[in-house]
């Protein structure tokens, strides 16, 4: 390949992965919220006459340095009389200073209508969701059902939730673009407050986005949205109460759990106990039903999860919890176990 390539091959890859984060279930593009959308109207705007500001600034200034070049004057020295120059200061102050300052006024007052249209949701809210930021996850509470899970968020599709975020230990912030307005600050000893809803069903990508640590980045969190029914029908799922295994082999699946000290940070039944302190690690009650370990870190399959429990800084290096020297047989009996949970 010839070294000349290079500059264009390289320009062609950084448009490619800039074009390659406009979709996707995170994108702040083809959102399914009306406050996201008026969000993403704002972001066109400012996309777009930026980008015209841009051509007029720099096509400014490169035509001035031509004409310079052209003319000769490379030097101070060179200047040209006093009257030229005033003339052509004016042109910089005008270009320079005004149309970006008429630009930015124009911008702030749309920006802050908006930001006062988003605030609330266009209807009552109908649900209330707690969810505490953790290092590296996120703790899910229903609190009119008594309910706790993780980083998977269930909502009914078309209504407006209400969504309460506070943290466990730094700040950290609750974005998921598609559907709600705007981020919000997790701040601890501090709740606050934001709202979603999405139009159609599916399954909604949410990100942290507060740097709060070394796995900051795989903080990440799916909304699934659902019709009524089975929203329901998985909330019904939660309520249930934790039985003792009765099968052998998920009794010592059981008591793999507790000898291996598990229950120091977890809980296992899905219900809340203390308001907002929460506990270090996420409930596991229904973790077999969670399409992701880790905050989005991996995917659920039964052979990630085994990798999980014996080293998850293998999936997310600097992750709070450590790893675990289990025979094969205990490690199999304490998935299975797992597994079991929740059904
Ligand atoms: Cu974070």
Not at 121 to 130: D, G, H, N, R
Not at 175 to 194: E, F, L
Not at 199 to 205: K, L, Q, S, V, W
């Amino acid at each position: 390949m010839r070294l000349a390539r290079l500059p264009a091959l390289a320009g062609f890859a950084a448009v490619a992965a800039l074009l390659a984060g406009c979709g996707g279930p995170q994108s702040i593009i083809g959102t399914m919220n009306p406050a996201a959308r008026e969000i993403e109207g704002l972001w066109w705007i400012a996309f777009t006459s930026t980008g015209v500001l841009s051509v007029l600034v720099f096509g400014g200034l490169f035509w001035g340095v031509r004409r310079s070049l052209r003319a000769g004057r490379t030097h101070p020295a060179d200047d040209p009389d006093p009257a030229t120059r005033a003339r052509e200061d004016r042109w910089i102050l005008i270009l320079g200073a005004g149309l970006p300052g008429v630009f930015l006024t124009g911008f702030l007052i749309v920006a802050v209508g908006t930001g006062f249209s988003v605030a609330e949701p266009p209807s009552e809210p109908t649900l209330t969701v707690e969810v505490i930021g953790h290092k590296f996850w996120w703790e899910v509470i229903y609190p009119e059902h008594g309910i706790v899970t993780a980083n998977e968020l269930h909502i009914p599709v078309g209504e407006p939730i209400e969504v309460r975020v506070t943290s466990a230990d730094v700040i950290h912030s609750f974005w998921v673009p598609k559907i709600s307005p705007g981020k919000i600050d997790m701040v601890p000893g501090r709740t606050n407050v934001i709202w979603m809803s999405a139009d159609e069903p599916g399954a909604y990508r949410g990100q942290c986005t507060e740097f709060c640590g070394v796995q900051h980045a795989l903080m990440s969190m799916l909304v699934v949205a659902e019709e009524p029914d089975d929203f329901e029908a998985w909330l019904a799922r939660r309520g249930r109460p934790l039985a003792l295994p009765d099968e052998p082999e998920l009794l010592r699946g059981l008591e793999v759990f507790t000898d291996a000290g598990c229950a120091a940070c977890h809980t296992m039944d899905g219900r809340v106990r203390t308001a907002v302190t929460g506990s270090p690690g996420p409930d596991l009650f229904d973790l077999r039903s969670r399409r992701t370990l880790g905050a989005l870190a991996a995917e659920n399959t039964r052979e990630n999860l085994e990798a999980w429990i014996v080293d998850p800084h293998r999936f997310k290096p600097g992750v709070r919890m450590p790893a675990h020297r289990l025979g094969e047989d205990d490690l199999a009996a304490l998935v299975t176990y797992l597994e079991s949970l929740g059904r």
